[in-house]
């Protein structure tokens, strides 16, 4: 007959060290949860099955179980049982002189680095909030009304009824000037640059410009397609294209520079188009969060001032979700039929999602949330400000007036300390430098944060904040 203990709860490792039962087994739950073997979340034993297993009291167990959850390492709720706390950190922090910093140069321990308490990248937005009771009405709908032939191998350049909603918001919202047989559906913004960087290479097109700041994915797959990234210059108006010589393509983000904030200066806008139309150059434009702006106007597409010269790109990634895959490309009549043959022979975005979009776009559902999320993002940033204002008010915020994050300027040589605290503090954070092209032309290097307030969910806002101004200069 099997031991009745062997069938009772998890099994769980524990070594109880130290002087006393209860004092052995508190220092070894502690240094389970310290070392990351207990993951946050974690749901233990109960006391009864604990005690089974180690052949101690069932008292000792739970008096160790409170300590714990008296020190916040473990949390307990009736009907929930115990378990580690959410907030745990993984390995404590030393004392470096008067700040809990680790010196530079350490590593931090090797579970934050994949599963960071908090997340402050720039780049995703608040999964939590996607809409999804309005999507799922919204796919009920498109999918209800879809021909028969939806559900075939599809157009290259995507369901005509999300080209068609597409032609129609871009207008309206952004000041894009197209029609549906112009735009190409592509899986994302990386694939419609994997697409472009095809058709631009066929074409004979050899140099695609680059800003100085950006996102190194999307120069890697221009380099993939074997084109040269040459960076152009940067400085208070924004990417420089006075520089623009005889390269044959550029790549901007005029509407709001990533990850610097800046709008193309209007100045320049004219001047890139001007070399554009005098060398039959193209303008690669990436609109990747145009619905999101707080204290200015929008600023219009530079696709609508010249759309015989300028690539729109825009996505679902930021307004919506990553998820989705869902980006779309408005060309030139010159190159709308070669994308869509670089894109392949049939559809490869998934049909019932564009469906869902196009029904969303055409009801309003997606104005109405971009509306709620655009309040909810304001507040977040406003929060952000303030908690800087108070706990940190050397660190200047800049490209604050629109996206979903923010650029928080550090004293000189600090930027390294900083992030490597931020990552033994359990936040995920990135440096200004890794989105600086290692070929940039000269220019006085600037310590910064990049800080991305879209990604935590509503409940875990005030948390990251705390974290983040934590290892912040005061």
Request: aromatic content about 6%; glycine content about 10%.
């Amino acid at each position: 007959m099997a031991k009745p203990w062997a069938t009772l709860g998890i099994d769980l490792h524990l070594e109880p060290t130290g002087p006393g039962v209860r004092g052995g087994l508190t220092d070894a739950l502690r240094e389970a949860v310290r070392s990351g073997r207990l993951a946050p979340g974690t749901r233990l034993p109960s006391s009864r099955t604990l005690a089974a297993d180690l052949g101690i009291a069932r008292n000792t167990v739970a008096d160790a179980y409170a300590d714990l959850v008296a020190e916040g390492w473990l949390t307990a709720r009736q009907g929930s049982g115990t378990r580690v706390a959410m907030g745990a950190l993984p390995t404590p922090l030393r004392q470096w002189g008067s700040a809990a910093v680790p010196p530079v140069g350490a590593a931090p321990p090797r579970r934050e680095r994949h599963r960071p308490t908090y997340d402050l990248r720039p780049g995703t937005p608040d999964l939590a909030s996607f809409p999804r009771a309005e999507w799922l009405k919204a796919a009920r709908r498109a999918f209800t009304a879809a021909p028969n032939d939806a559900l075939g191998y599809g157009d290259p350049r995507g369901r005509v009824e999300l080209r068609t909603a597409l032609a129609g918001y871009l207008a309206r919202s952004r000041g894009v000037r197209t029609d549906p047989d112009r735009i190409v559906v592509v899986a994302g913004f990386v694939h419609g640059l994997k697409v472009l960087g095809a058709v631009l290479r066929a074409r004979g097109v050899r140099t695609v410009a680059v800003e100085s700041y950006g996102l190194r994915v999307h120069e890697d797959q221009l380099k993939a397609a074997g084109l040269h990234t040459p960076p152009l210059p940067f400085d208070e108006l924004g990417t420089d294209p006075a520089h623009l010589t005889d390269e044959d393509a550029v790549l901007l983000t005029p509407a709001h520079q990533f990850p610097m904030g800046v709008p193309l200066h209007r100045d320049r806008r004219a001047v890139v188009l001007d070399w554009a139309r005098r060398t039959g150059g193209l303008v690669l434009e990436d609109d990747y969060d145009g619905e999101f702006r707080y204290d200015r106007q929008p600023v219009g597409a530079l696709q609508g001032l010249d759309p015989d010269h300028v690539v729109y790109l825009g996505t679902a990634s930021k307004s919506l979700a990553p998820g989705l895959r869902l980006a779309w490309m408005v060309l030139p009549p010159a190159l709308a039929e070669a994308a869509a043959a670089a894109k392949g022979g049939i559809d490869t975005c998934g049909v019932l999602d564009q469906l869902t979009l196009a029904e969303f776009l055409t009801s309003g559902a997606y104005d109405r949330h971009v509306r709620s999320a655009r309040l909810r993002y304001r507040r977040r940033r406003d929060a952000l400000v303030a908690a800087l204002a108070a706990h940190a008010p050397e660190v200047q915020a800049t490209g604050i007036a629109a996206g979903l994050h923010a650029v928080l300027r550090l004293p000189p040589a600090s930027e390294r300390s900083v992030v490597q605290a931020a990552a033994w503090q359990g936040l995920a954070v990135d440096g200004l430098t890794c989105y600086r092209h290692p070929h940039a032309i000269a220019e006085q290097p600037m310590d910064a944060l990049v800080v991305g307030y879209g990604t935590p969910p509503d409940h875990a806002w005030s948390g990251a904040l705390d974290a983040l101004c934590a290892v912040l200069p005061g």
